[in-house]
C-alpha cells in the first residue's frame, strides 16, 4: 500500500473517532425529556407496531 494511501486512510479514521467522541460526550447534557416525544411519535411508525415509553433515554458502555 503506498504511503499517500496510508496517511489518507489514518485522517479517515482519526475523524471518525473524534465524530464518535464528540456524539459520546455530548449525550449526557442532551435533555432527555425534550428528545423523549419525538422518539416515542416515531417508534411506531418505524417498528410497525403500538410501542410505549415508560422511561428516560439512556446510553450505557457496559451493560447491566
Known amino acids: 500500500?503506498?504511503?499517500?494511501?496510508?496517511?489518507?486512510?489514518?485522517?479517515?479514521?482519526?475523524?471518525?473517532?473524534l465524530?464518535?467522541?464528540?456524539v459520546v460526550g455530548l449525550f449526557p447534557f442532551l435533555d432527555d425529556k425534550r428528545l423523549q416525544a419525538p422518539f416515542e411519535a416515531a417508534a411506531p411508525?418505524?417498528?410497525?407496531m403500538e410501542v410505549k415509553g415508560g422511561g428516560g433515554l439512556g446510553i450505557d458502555a457496559f451493560p447491566n
Open 1 to 17: 500500500m503506498s504511503k499517500s494511501i496510508k496517511t489518507i486512510s489514518f485522517i479517515i479514521a482519526a475523524l471518525v473517532g
Open 19 to 22: 465524530l464518535v467522541l464528540a
Open 45 to 48: 411508525d418505524v417498528m410497525g
